[in-house]
């Protein structure tokens, strides 16, 4: 069962909300799928980022993925622990292991994500 | 039997379900003169008869001649153990097995290949090779453009005219843009970037510059302000790559000192002979801000579960065969063979008898241009060189034609591979390396004196 307070995209990003703030990572389906991983590229601060526009890059030991914002806005944090500790998104994926906060641009946006119920039945399906 | 697996009536149903009516059709995009025509092969012949007629080809190479080109591929001598080394049967192939670990040897070569060659450029990482000098000075240009999200690229004029056509090449068909530097016309800095105009092209807010793109030594032979141009290119926010030439990094400032942020260059000079037109050796270096920009692959150095030394394939997840079209590069094979010979050569010379080869093409270099311009030719820089440098002569392509006749080639005709430069005109290119001997540079000296007695 993925944590029941946030919401998700078909991607495999998970969003939490705090007013007008957007914390991302990807769950722990993804990191788990990706095996371990070596390196989070992740953008610059103050960039502004279109829902589904890729953001970033992880990297495994056998793998590249792009990350994908599910939300519009601007970047206003990034998690500078993954620069050094990448593994991070393994070990804590929705804790430790978040990649960005977003100052969200549109929450109507919002509507449109995954609920919990919604994520678990995607992930089942495979 | 036919080895073609399709029958022509497969073929037939495969064009008609993509709507066309001929194979042919699929290379419309291609320009008819350059598809390939039928071969217009000869009859075969019997081995023996080939052999001698192999020969008879081969004999019409000039072997005789006292040679002072360079232009980007230099003569140097090859110490026997490099050929020696390189046919052993277990180097032949240029790919990394897919399951790379299980090749220790294959591994190890490419760490130490590229353990000298970061050592020699004074830089972080060094990939595990390209095809040539040119391609990885292309890849260099991309990668600024990735780095920094900006899509101008400015390079300098006096870049070798081939690197030149490469970068358009590689950054034509996308939103990339190159523009060329100029270089100072008159004075003490003459062939040289002109800073000025780089500071110029750098200021123009709407095309923000990615990198900019300078030779050490430059085409013409000339040493570059580096740190300078590097200083203007990061004012700009931009990124500084330089075209290296591996031996004069023996005795020049390595691009790691001045501030490069990538090194480009070709590997040829290092052990590998000047043969035909490669295959030769791409170097390409950075530094660890972005390692993760380099194309091709990177080896490193670990220890196994046994605490054993063992080496490993450290990154080569940007490749196309894991990020398809969003690899870093689809253009990376590696030179492995020639990669492993830069570095039998590195490792036998060692640095001090690396910096004799250069100190040694220098010191031969200097005595050309004094035997030139005393046989009555002129320079057309006055700035420092390291081992070539441009002469004017009256009427430079009869004079050469007239040289090759006296068994002297004398360089690289500036007019064939500038043809459009007025400043180049009747100039020759000439170069001088460890090999070259006071005999052939005193015959050089008497064939132009001769050759200018008869001109006046």
């Known amino acids: 069962m993925v944590p029941p307070d946030l919401r998700y995209t078909k991607d495999h990003e998970w969003v939490r909300l705090a007013a007008d703030e957007a914390t991302v990572g990807i769950t722990a389906f993804a990191a788990e799928q990706l095996g371990d991983i070596v390196f989070v590229e992740l953008p610059a601060i103050g960039r502004s980022l279109a829902a ?10 056998k793998a590249v993925s792009d990350l994908y914002a599910p939300l519009s806005g601007e970047v206003v944090e990034i998690n500078p622990a993954l620069a050094g500790q990448p593994e991070l998104v393994n070990t804590d994926p929705f804790g430790a292991g978040w990649m960005l906060k977003l100052k969200v641009a549109d929450p109507a946006e919002v509507d449109a994500l995954l609920d919990p119920a919604g994520y678990d039945q995607l992930i089942a399906e495979g | 039997m036919p080895y073609g697996p399709h029958t022509l009536a497969d073929r037939e149903r495969m064009l008609e379900a993509i709507g066309i009516t001929s194979v042919d059709e699929l290379f419309d995009d291609i320009p008819a003169n350059l598809r390939a025509s039928r071969l217009d092969l000869p009859a075969g012949m019997p081995e023996l008869e080939l052999a001698a007629h192999l020969q008879a080809l081969a004999g019409r190479n000039r072997t005789d001649l006292a040679s002072f080109l360079g232009a980007g591929a230099y003569r140097h001598f090859q110490p026997p153990v490099v050929d020696q080394l390189l046919l052993r049967g277990e180097w032949y192939t240029a790919y990394t097995p897919y399951q790379p670990e299980v090749s220790q040897g294959t591994l190890q070569s490419i760490y130490e290949y590229q353990s000298l060659l970061a050592e020699l450029v004074a830089m972080d990482v060094v990939s595990a090779s390209h095809y040539d000098g040119a391609a990885a000075t292309a890849e260099a240009a991309l990668m600024t453009c ?35 530097v100029p270089v100072v016309a008159a004075g003490p800095l003459a062939g040289t970037t002109d800073l000025a105009a780089l500071e110029a092209l750098l200021a123009d807010p709407a095309r923000p510059v990615a990198g900019v793109i300078a030779g050490q030594p430059n085409f013409y032979g000339l040493l570059e302000p580096m740190a300078e141009i590097g200083h203007l290119a990061h004012a700009a926010g931009g990124l500084f790559v330089a075209v290296v030439e591996p031996v004069s990094l ?44 380099i194309p091709g692959r990177l080896v490193g150095m ?29 253009i990376c094979t590696n030179q492995a063979l020639l990669a492993l010979a830069a570095s039998i050569y590195l490792a036998t010379l ?31 820089h006055p700035g420092p060189y390291l081992n070539e440098f441009l002469i004017r002569v009256p009427d430079a392509r009869a004079i050469h034609a007239r040289l090759l006749e006296r068994g002297v080639l004398a360089g690289l005709l500036m007019a064939d591979i500038e043809p459009g430069d007025p400043g180049l005109a009747d100039s020759l290119l000439v170069c001088a390396t460890e090999v070259t001997t006071g005999a052939e540079v005193a015959r050089f000296a008497a064939a132009l004196k001769a050759e200018l007695g008869t001109v006046r």
């Open chain 1, 52 to 61: 589904a526009a890729t953001f970033g890059v992880v990297e495994s030991v």
């Open chain 2, 146 to 180: 990735r780095a920094t999200g900006r899509q101008r690229i400015l390079v300098s004029r006096a870049v070798h005219s081939h690197y030149r056509q490469t970068l358009a090449t590689y950054l034509s068909g996308g939103d990339l843009e190159l523009d060329q």
């Open chain 2, 250 to 293: 023996a005795v020049l400032e390595p691009p790691g000192a001045y501030g490069a942020d990538i090194a480009a260059g070709e590997g040829q000079s290092l052990g590998i002979p000047t043969q035909y037109g490669g295959p030769y050796l791409g170097i390409l270096a950075t530094g660890d801000a972005l390692v993760r920009q």
């Open chain 2, 302 to 330: 670990t220890t196994d579960l046994d605490g054993q030394r063992a080496f490993v394939m450290t990154m080569r997840a940007r490749e196309q065969d894991i990020r398809r079209e969003r690899a870093a590069s689809n």
């Open chain 2, 350 to 380: 060692g640095p001090h008898g690396l910096r004799d080869v250069a100190a040694l093409g220098a010191a031969r270099a200097a005595e050309l241009e004094a035997a030139l311009v005393e046989a009555g030719a002129e320079r057309l």
